[in-house]
């Protein structure tokens, strides 16, 4: 599930990095899921850069259930020739109750292309 707006991310506390090279990447994948626990790491199959932990009185989406944002990449990310998959978004714009940022023209382009390559 991908956020569709702030609200959906306004009890977040914070955003704790598992990997701090992934910082620096021109993409990290974000999605956003249930989980039974407010600040504890999702376990994934995939790679786990980040996650949001929640505030204590964070209202549950159902019962048992807080919705979480988490960042992750595959094993072929970040894609050679520029580009990015739809979930991609720059991981410097990654902040707690924040939307996060879409890849720059910059990110997009690294190949040094000037056009978006899909």
Known sequence: MMVE?????EAEQSIVW???????LPY?????????????APRLMRRLVAYATIK???????PGRFE???WWLM????????????????????AAG?????MTEEQWNRNGSRERQF
Do not use: C, W
């Open 5 to 9: 707006n702030v609200h959906q991310i």
């Open 18 to 24: 598992l990997d701090e090279t992934a910082r620096a």
């Open 28 to 40: 990290v994948r974000e999605s956003m899921m249930p989980l039974p626990f407010r600040s504890k």
């Open 56 to 62: 204590p009185n964070a209202a549950h989406v159902r």
């Open 98 to 102: 924040q939307l996060s940022k879409p």
């Open 68 to 70: 979480r944002r988490y």
């Open 75 to 94: 094993s072929h990310d970040p894609y050679n020739n520029g580009g990015g998959p739809i979930e991609a978004v720059d991981p410097r714009s990654i």
